[in-house]
DNA sequence: GTAGTTGCAAAGTGTTTGCAGGCAG
DNA sequence: CTGCCTGCAAACACTTTGCAACTAC
């Protein structure tokens, strides 16, 4: 069908060989902006496309980072998001319910940042304003 | 000594009754800026201190947080630092040497907080920028 | 063939828990 | 006594790794 030669294209033009596992896996995470555990893509692909492993999904996740087709994002100690929005912005994170949203880069201004250590460069800013419901 | 008692008065205050193991962790990280993980404080109570068992430390640790003497700080997957600075600020994040830094909260100006999901409240305003060495 | 990929199971890492024994009030 | 605290060992959640079978070119 037309998604899936879309999703190798875009593999392709990312350096990695199109694998049905991991066009699957780019089907359900990659394409609409979406934050995702590995365990909750495992289980969307293994039952919406096709039985895919843990590791593969793991392995997959790991190679997508690198290529820059996905971000990862470290808000709870021991879970990783893997953010299918890759330019920069910002987080919401649910303390309670784990959810997380994102915010536009233009809604926070960073106005005047920190004079850096020296020999140090910017890898990357990230902002996270955890909410809770209002009780 | 007089360290001793000043951090049994600090614990008290806090509402923890001061035992030996607490004092002891407190004393290597409480009072001065710092950041450690539970297998640092572990290492570092048991051999200038006295013995501590890990399963304390991560007690204690909990506690600590939980009364306010403590921050968690979450910036790597699988990895929690305790910050023992607990007014507002933020950290710089030496992604190659897992280093932590802070910044005072008054260089990093936020300005014009987005708007906040309906019936959430901000419990929290974390900003890390990750730094590398320059190549 | 040869290099890259998958998937199972085992290992690893950091953290939490169950529970028996100890200690302080 | 009674309730909290400690510490051992086992359990846990998430992630990585070793490795043999497989696939594509």
Redesign the pocket.
């Known amino acids: 069908m037309r998604d899936d030669i879309h999703m190798m294209q875009k593999l392709r033009e990312a350096g990695?060989?199109p694998?049905?596992?991991?066009v699957a896996i780019g089907e359900i995470l990659l394409g609409r902006p979406q934050h995702m555990?590995?365990?909750q893509v495992h289980a969307r692909v293994s039952t919406e496309i096709?039985?895919?492993?843990?590791?593969?999904?793991?392995?997959?996740?790991?190679?997508f980072v690198e290529k820059g087709l996905l971000r990862e994002v470290v808000v709870d100690?021991?879970?990783?998001y893997y953010d299918s929005t890759v330019a920069n912005h910002h987080h919401f994170y649910n303390v309670e319910t784990g959810e997380l949203t994102d915010i536009p880069a233009d809604q926070v201004n960073i106005a005047g940042l920190p004079v850096l250590p020296r020999g140090a460069e910017v890898a990357g800013v990230d902002v996270i304003i955890r909410i809770r419901p209002t009780h």
Chains 1, 2 share one sequence.
């Open positions: 990695l060989s694998t049905p596992q991991r555990t590995a365990e096709r039985p895919v492993s843990l590791a593969t999904v793991y392995n997959t996740l790991k190679a100690p021991g879970r990783v």
